[in-house]
């Protein structure tokens, strides 16, 4: 029973291709958020969601779209594929901001994604 | 703009021992820091948390240290085990405004602890 599901684990791609990265939760949660993870393993949060609608949409480009079809999954797609892409993206969830400060964040096992 | 500074980058211990790893951060308007810890190939999974109305946390063999004038706090490993080599990562968060929950992450500590 895996609480944040993310597929595929491994993305492999050419420059310029359109991939689409997808987030499942299984715990009830509210909130969602997409995290890149560079090869520093530096951790920077680029979306999230509270109940399908976006509330944190940091500086990212827009050749990234997310789009949440219900509470409990939040896809990824990315168009046009930069070498630069390549990261490693994580999926979290937490119950919901409406709660407060101090939500736990629940990742995924990630998707290691590498542009060639 | 960098707001939170995570040092050492990296931090070698023997099994027994005590790794400090520390934390600053910049936003005073900051009010809730967790540190979470991830194994290669695993995502990152919450250790512990403090609030800024507390100077101390602790949790097993984990201990939050939190000095919130100076704008530092760190996690303390007592009895460091080689089970405990991962990647720790402090956070900072708060609440209200728009940032809805959004964590800011330091850069990140690689522990190795030798048996």
């Known amino acids: 029973d895996t609480a944040v599901s993310q597929t595929p684990k491994y993305l492999v791609t050419q420059m310029g291709n359109d991939k689409s990265i997808k987030c499942e939760q299984n715990?009830?949660?509210?909130?969602m958020y997409w995290y890149k993870q560079d090869s520093k393993k530096f951790l920077k949060i680029m979306f999230s969601?509270?109940?399908?609608?976006?509330?944190i949409n940091e500086t990212v480009p827009n050749r990234f779209s997310p789009k949440s079809p219900d509470k409990a999954h939040l896809n990824l797609h990315i168009n046009s594929l930069e070498l630069g892409d390549s990261a490693v993206y994580f999926c979290?969830?937490?119950?919901?901001?409406?709660?407060?400060?101090?939500?736990?964040?629940?990742f995924g096992p990630g998707t290691r994604l590498l542009v060639l | 703009q960098q707001q939170v500074k995570q040092s050492p980058q990296s931090l070698i211990v023997q099994k027994g021992g005590i790794p400090i790893i520390n934390c600053a951060y910049e936003?005073?308007?900051?009010?809730?820091f967790p540190w979470y810890q991830q194994f290669p190939g695993k995502g990152p999974a919450l250790l512990i948390a403090?609030?800024?109305?507390?100077s101390e946390k602790k949790e097993g063999r984990f201990t939050i240290s939190f000095n919130k004038s100076a704008k530092q706090f760190s996690l303390h490993i007592m009895d460091s085990q080689p089970g405990d080599s991962a990647t720790y990562f402090c956070a900072a968060s708060r609440a209200g405004g728009t940032s809805y929950g959004k964590l800011t992450f330091g850069q990140g500590t690689i522990l190795t602890v030798h048996p």
């Open positions: 936003n005073t308007a900051f009010d809730y």
């Open positions: 715990l009830g949660h509210d909130t």
């Open positions: 969601y509270n109940n399908k609608e976006l509330i």
């Open positions: 979290a969830s937490s119950h919901g901001v409406a709660r407060g400060v101090g939500e736990t964040q629940y």
């Open positions: 403090i609030r800024p109305d507390v």
